[in-house]
């Protein structure tokens, strides 16, 4: 926990006795004197051979528990604690190391009860205020978890640990600004350290000041050339941000020369031979996704597919990450299938009836919250399982294997056809779908984002109607343009609510443009024309160069010449439609 960065401030040991006795009272003074210099299990053996003697003093349970916890033996230390608290519940300190000794155990709940027990008999307990944090960090309850950091930065203003953990919650809840300040000010604190450097890059990154982040990670490795995860932040910065994909695959490959099984730096270092296209030697460490701890356990496994001719077998193939890449991975479902496979796909709900009516061969299902099997699928008849990403690893291995297909998604022809009816009465000319907000915080959304005002060189387009394609409500900026500016942006609600409608509506249209979003995946998928208005530095599958994306042959990508550089891009995109609009008009 972060609270033992701190430990010599805060800690504060059980007391010898008196009623010890001035014998034992000599024997634990030597303990703890023992146990400060490293020698732990001496220590303990101390403090058993007294607490045989004293079965219930609360002192030498608190320690005999602190050592258990300190062994990993976490459900003896509970136990010591617990009994050591009954005797003084009083202790907040006691009580900050049970909620320890529950967070070691994985017990979060209890971890989170006993912090606030410690906190609510001393307010002014920094290390419960840190652990506490901590723990609602991960739990993903940011607003709790910053307000316990900002507590403990009350407490303790001076440690650049606590500054460090507080700008990490408040860049995850979206305080960009506010990150930034408290990660600026652990490094005024401690201008040398690694930690705050690199988290004054994260928060640098976060606010597009792509420059300064990368100066930050360069300084952090300068001063700790030896740990493998400052070169993991460096060649993330490199790789994303479009510093450098050869100096970034050289900074995964140096952590891993650090720690041979350092499978996050494997993973990232597969990304950047993917993003290259070289495919063969990318996708078999792309498989180390799995074992990311979010990665969502399925409550009954099956063996996995490992390529093995799947002819008359039943394969299991099951959704993963977000929308848009289970829908550019299932590019590979038809392969599956054409080799033999009796498929069963789970997919998102949002894309039960596409998938339905586009893979009729197959059996579909809509994951369910707990993603049990469906009570009409049998569990016996299954042989084989796959995550959706795994299928490219045996039929995407090279550049010719990507088939030039017109699309492997169909929309259901009735929607189409009353889609065309509705695009028809909008008036003449040609129907554009366009989308310009893409990814959360976690997946830089602010590389991937601009306003919708920014787009009108585009939207000012003759003879061209603009149609909203986005995930979320943007009435209020639609109507705001259109206030402003006269321009209208047309937007249907069943568009957001139903995907099916989506992708019918896509098929209707002449053309779709838009950021790197789910909606580029569904029209490339659909085999409509789409063109992406593509970051500086991106992800993967967009490549490192060029305009084609392998995986839809009807996609355009029209990429940035410099970081956060749209306008350029934006030229390019309305010079083009304008040409498009004019063939229309005059054909």
């Avoid at 008359?312 to 289970?326: F, I, P, Y």
């Avoid at 009465?425 to 990814?439: C, H, R």
């Avoid at 789910?518 to 789409?530: D, E, F, M, N």
Wanted: charged share 20%.
């Amino acid at each position: 926990m972060l609270g033992k960065l701190i430990s010599n401030w805060w800690r504060r040991e059980p007391a010898p006795d008196g009623a010890l006795g001035s014998r034992a009272g000599a024997r634990l003074k030597s303990a703890l004197s023992l146990e400060q210099t490293g020698r732990a299990s001496e220590a303990e053996a101390i403090y058993r051979e007294l607490s045989r003697s004293h079965p219930q003093n609360a002192d030498l349970l608190h320690l005999l528990g602190n050592a258990a916890k300190g062994r990993g033996s976490f459900d003896e230390a509970i136990e010591l604690l617990r009994r050591a608290a009954e005797l003084t519940p009083e202790s907040a300190v006691l009580q900050c190391h049970l909620g320890d000794a529950f967070a070691a155990a994985g017990n979060n709940a209890n971890a989170v009860n006993h912090y606030r027990r410690a906190l609510a008999v001393e307010p002014s307990l920094a290390p419960a205020c840190i652990n506490l944090g901590q723990i609602l960090r991960k739990a993903g309850r940011l607003k709790e978890s910053v307000a316990a950091y900002q507590r403990a930065r009350e407490l303790c203003p001076d440690v650049v640990e606590v500054h460090v953990a507080l700008a990490a919650a408040l860049r995850e809840s979206g305080e960009c600004e506010a990150a930034l300040e408290s990660a600026e000010r652990a490094t005024q604190l401690a201008p040398e350290s690694p930690d705050a450097l690199v988290g004054l890059g994260h928060a640098q990154r976060d606010l597009g000041q792509t420059n300064a982040a990368l100066a930050s990670y360069r300084r952090a490795v300068e001063l700790r050339p030896d740990v493998p995860q400052t070169y993991l932040h460096l060649g993330n910065a490199l790789f994303l941000d479009g510093h450098g994909i050869d100096e970034a695959a050289a900074a995964f490959g140096r952590a891993l020369q650090l720690k041979s099984d350092y499978d996050e730096a494997r993973f990232n270092l597969a990304l950047t031979r993917l993003a290259r296209g070289d495919y063969a030697n990318g996708w078999p460490d792309y498989e180390l996704r799995r074992l990311n701890p979010d990665w969502p356990l399925r409550p009954v496994s099956f063996s996995p597919w490992a390529g093995d001719n799947p002819a008359g077998r039943k394969v299991l193939v099951h959704r993963e990450q977000g929308l848009g890449d289970e829908i550019m991975f299932a590019s590979c479902i038809p392969d599956l299938i054409g080799a033999g496979a009796n498929a069963t796909i789970e997919c998102s709900p949002k894309l039960e009836a596409l998938y339905r009516h586009s893979f009729p061969q197959a059996t579909v299902y809509p994951a369910q919250p707990e993603r049990n099997l469906p009570a009409a699928i049998d569990v016996n008849a299954v042989d084989f399982e796959t995550p959706v990403g795994s299928l490219p690893l045996y039929f995407r291995r090279g550049r010719a294997e990507f088939p030039r297909h017109a699309g492997y998604l169909r929309a259901s022809p009735e929607s189409v056809t009353a889609w065309h009816s509705r695009l028809a009465a909008l008036g003449p000319g040609l129907k554009v779908g366009i989308s310009w907000q893409g990814g959360t915080q976690k997946s830089r959304r602010l590389a991937r984002s601009l306003p919708l005002a920014r787009l009108m060189p585009i939207l000012e387009t003759g003879n061209t109607q603009f149609i909203d394609l986005q995930y979320s409500d943007c009435r209020d900026e639609i109507e705001a343009l259109h206030a402003d500016t006269g321009v209208r942006v047309h937007s249907w609600d069943i568009v957001r609510s139903d995907y099916a409608e989506t992708a019918a509506l896509v098929s209707a249209l002449d053309l779709v443009i838009s950021v790197c979003t789910a909606v580029i995946h569904l029209g490339g998928a659909l085999g409509r024309p789409v063109w992406v208005m593509v970051p500086y530095g991106c992800e993967w599958r967009y490549g490192i160069a060029g305009e084609e994306m392998p995986w839809y042959p009807s996609v355009r990508l029209l990429r940035q010449t410099s970081f956060g550089d749209w306008d350029a891009v934006i030229d390019r995109v309305a010079h083009g439609l304008h040409e498009v609009a004019q063939a229309k008009a005059s054909a």
